[in-house]
């Protein structure tokens, strides 16, 4: 199905789209802190931000791929994204995000994870959800833990571009 909007007490999730691209990029896809522990590299310019972007609009159709950006509802700002894409290798869809370092620690990714997680359960009827993080980056894992993620095993991670691995820790949520 077409990826909808969805809606927390504090974030409203909405399809990313190409006029997105200046906001996204000065706030969170040009910041190397942001970037250290997740499969893509920082982004060089507005333009990396775009050719990302044009992706997702066409990818908004897709069954295989549900993307959102994610909007503070009492400043307005985008300050992040996220969503799960077919992870083929585990037969299962695999959930990630990432926000702009100003709205870290307050909660704001575990309340978009869970709603991204109740999207999936709920709406499109996965009986498993799938995630993984870098050993080095164990708040991510609390934000999986706190969705109801469960650890499954250590391994790693390539990056997209191929020049980094980290080693990483997955974690599994299943419906009973
Ligand atoms: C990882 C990230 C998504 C966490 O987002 P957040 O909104 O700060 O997380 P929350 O506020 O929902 O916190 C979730 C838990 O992690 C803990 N936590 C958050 N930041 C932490 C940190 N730097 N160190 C240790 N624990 C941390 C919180 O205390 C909370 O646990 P608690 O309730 O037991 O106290 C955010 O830091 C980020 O976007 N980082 C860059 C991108 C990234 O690494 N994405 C994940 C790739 S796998």
């Known amino acids: 199905m077409k990826t909808p909007t969805l809606e927390t007490q504090r974030i409203i999730l909405r ?7 200046e906001a996204i990029f000065k706030n969170w896809t040009s910041d190397d802190d942001v970037t250290r522990y997740v ?4 982004h060089q310019s507005v333009e990396d931000t775009r050719k990302w972007l044009m992706l997702e609009e066409i990818r908004v159709e897709s069954d295989k791929s549900y993307q959102w950006v994610f909007v503070h509802k009492e400043t307005g700002e985008i300050f992040g994204s996220g969503g799960f ?26 309340e978009a994870a869970k709603v ?10 996965t009986k498993a959800l799938f995630a993984r993080h870098a050993v080095e980056n164990p708040a991510s894992g609390r934000v999986m833990e706190k969705v109801g993620f469960v650890y ?9 571009d191929g020049l980094r691995v980290l080693d990483s820790k997955e974690y599994i949520l299943t419906v009973p």
């Open 15 to 21: 399809p990313p789209t190409v006029s997105d691209a």
């Open 39 to 42: 499969t893509w590299s920082t």
């Open 85 to 110: 894409a077919m992870n083929e290798e585990r037969g299962m869809y695999e959930l990630g995000y990432v926000l702009m370092k100003k709205y870290w620690r307050q909660g704001l990714a575990t």
């Open 116 to 125: 991204m997680a109740d999207f999936a359960v709920g709406t499109l009827g």
């Open 152 to 160: 499954h095993c250590d391994g790693t991670c390539k990056s997209l």
